[in-house]
C-alpha cells in the first residue's frame, strides 16, 4: 500500500469518527453516566446511609438515582444525565447546605472522585463504536 491510499484510510476512518451519529454519542456519554451514578451511589451510601423507616413516598435518597440517555430535559442530543430523581431538592440541600444544615459537598467530591473512571468507561466505548464502524467488530 502506497502512502496516497494509507492517508486515503485514515482521512476515511477520521471522517467517520468525527461524524457520530446522536445515538453513538448518547451511547458513549452513557457509558460514563452509569459509571458516574454507581460512584455517586456509594458516596451517598457512606455519606447518607438510610437508616430510618421507609423513605417516604420515594425511597430513600440513594434509591433516587439515575442515569438516562439525554439530557435533563428528556431531549436526546448526544448527552447523557446522572442525578436525583424525586428527591433532587434533599441531595441540593445536603450538598450545598442551607441555614441549618451543613454542606457536606457529596455530590461534588463524588463527581471529582469519578472524573478519570467516567472517561475511561468513555473511551473504552468509543473505541468501541469505532471499531465498528471501520469494519472490525471484536470489540
Known sequence: MDMDEALGQWLKQVSKAAELS??????????GADVY???LAET???????TK????????????IRSQK????????????VGFHNKAYIARFLN?????IRADHFVDNSRD???DAVFAAEAEKY????????GGGDK
Open 22 to 31: 446522536i445515538s453513538d454519542q448518547e451511547k458513549i456519554t452513557k457509558a
Open 70 to 81: 439525554g439530557d435533563v430535559d428528556g431531549q436526546h442530543n448526544g448527552q447523557s444525565s
Open 127 to 134: 473505541q468501541e463504536i469505532i471499531a465498528k464502524l471501520n
Open 53 to 64: 423507616g421507609n423513605g417516604g413516598k420515594y425511597g430513600h435518597l440513594v434509591d433516587n
Open 37 to 39: 451514578a454507581e460512584k
Open 96 to 100: 450545598d447546605g442551607t441555614k441549618y
Open 44 to 50: 451517598t451510601k457512606e455519606k447518607h446511609p438510610s
Open 113 to 115: 472522585d469519578a472524573k
